[in-house]
């Protein structure tokens, strides 16, 4: 095996778990967070001479994990959008009524828009400086900075105690179990200003 390979196989060994952990949480639910991390490893192994050259290899692959879930993502709207037009068209359609469910921390991140999902993912769930954050995103620190601040103020909002929950998931999709483990659902994120426990992510 050559060094370049062996140097791959060591980086995707090193980095597997945190690449499907940060799939997960971008995506908003545990399903296909595996197979996107594994896609992503695969496209980083195809443009490894890039990625081991950039300062930092391990935030190359998490932009390149980022923008594919953005990509799939846009594919599970449209088929969304199909599947709602399909039954719209029914005529035995049942509406059922709004039903407010408690939002946990993934639930209330599925809300937000990727980019300030992912500001805040990479800065208070893998503990990234802005610095890199905006090196794995491709923006400018102030961005992430200013993304970070209204992400954190939003999940504020969408957590904060007797507001309801939305009556149906955005595109991400229905979010995994509130914590690794069956823990309840955590309440407040670093940064937030707010007491309690860090949130399982």
């Not at 610095?131 to 200013?146: C, D, H, R």
């Not at 690794?180 to 200003?193: C, D, N």
Request: contains cysteine; charged residues 25%.
């Amino acid at each position: 095996m050559d060094a370049p390979t062996e140097e791959f196989h060591a980086f995707f060994d090193r980095h597997y778990t945190d690449l499907s952990r940060l799939a997960h949480l971008l995506l908003g639910e545990a399903g296909g967070a595996d197979d996107l991390a594994a896609d992503a490893l695969v496209a980083v192994w195809h443009r490894w001479d890039r990625a081991r050259a950039d300062e930092c290899p391990a935030s190359y692959a998490r932009g390149v994990l980022t923008a594919m879930a953005r990509s799939r993502l846009r594919s599970l709207r449209r088929e969304r959008r199909r599947i709602a037009l399909f039954w719209s068209q029914r005529p035995d359609r049942v509406t059922d009524p709004d039903v407010p469910a408690v939002l946990d921390v993934r639930r209330a991140l599925a809300r937000l828009p990727l980019r300030k999902r992912a500001c805040v993912v990479l800065r208070h769930a893998f503990d990234l400086s802005e610095k890199e954050t905006a090196l794995a995103l491709g923006i400018s620190v102030g961005t992430v900075k200013s993304q970070t601040s209204r992400g954190l103020a939003e999940l504020e909002r969408l957590l904060s105690p007797g507001r309801p929950g939305p009556a149906r998931p955005t595109a991400a999709g229905p979010a995994g179990a509130a914590t690794a483990g069956g823990a309840g659902p955590a309440r407040t994120l670093p940064g937030s200003g707010r007491p309690g426990p860090r949130p399982a992510w």
